[in-house]
């Protein structure tokens, strides 16, 4: 039960790191496309608009990318030079290694809480005569800025996609990255680690 609990934590704690990082540090991924755009004249949207209107495929592949990055061995790293420095301390703050990595089901929060936000919103030109009551909805949060009228946009906008939309496949686009260089590189060093066994086996 303590192992479920800590690992649910750890899996709300990458969301909020990663909300944090929507909300604060949006730029310092969609800056950089944005300049390369401009130069290119792929695009003549200011900065602002710009990173409104594709900030969402921005940061998925942002957490694409993140999701190839091995931070697991990093972390290993900082663990094995932690327990050569501080072997006492060590053995009672390190625990075993997770059967499954926290980055593989941290999307699952914020896809629940994405849900409930998605399926209770209502657009302002909503009627009680209209059987979907709420136009607009997929428009409203994964549309492009030129696709939202003024019945979709109101003051939870910005919070529903920095909050909801581009966390959520910040860290679905992280778990597929993941589990794909899980697949890829775990099959190989098992296939490494295999035949350090059988050299070892013949050598005896």
């Known amino acids: 039960m303590q192992k479920a609990v800590t690992w649910c934590a750890k899996c709300l704690f990458l969301y909020f790191l990663v909300a944090v990082a929507a909300v604060r540090f949006s730029w310092v991924f969609t800056a950089p496309v944005w300049q390369i755009a401009t130069r290119m004249h792929w695009t003549q949207l200011g900065r602002v608009a710009f990173i409104l209107s594709y900030f969402l495929p921005i940061f998925a592949t942002a957490g694409f990318l993140l999701g190839l990055v091995p931070f697991g061995k990093l972390g290993k790293a900082i663990g094995d030079l932690f327990r050569s420095l ?117 050598a005896r």
């Open 86 to 202: 501080f072997p006492s301390a060590a053995a009672k703050l390190l625990a075993g290694p997770d059967q499954v990595p926290p980055v593989l089901w941290a999307w699952l929060p914020v896809t629940f809480a994405f849900l409930i936000r998605f399926a209770t919103w209502q657009s302002r030109n909503s009627s009680v005569f209209d059987a979907n009551r709420s136009p607009g909805r997929f428009e409203r949060f994964f549309g492009t800025l030129n696709t939202q009228t003024p019945g979709l946009l109101d003051a939870n906008w910005i919070t529903d996609r920095f909050l909801f939309t581009g966390p959520m496949l910040f860290l679905m686009a992280c778990a597929i990255a993941a589990l794909l260089r899980y697949r890829l590189f775990g099959t190989r060093r098992q296939q490494i680690d295999a035949g350090r066994d059988d050299a070892s086996v013949d």
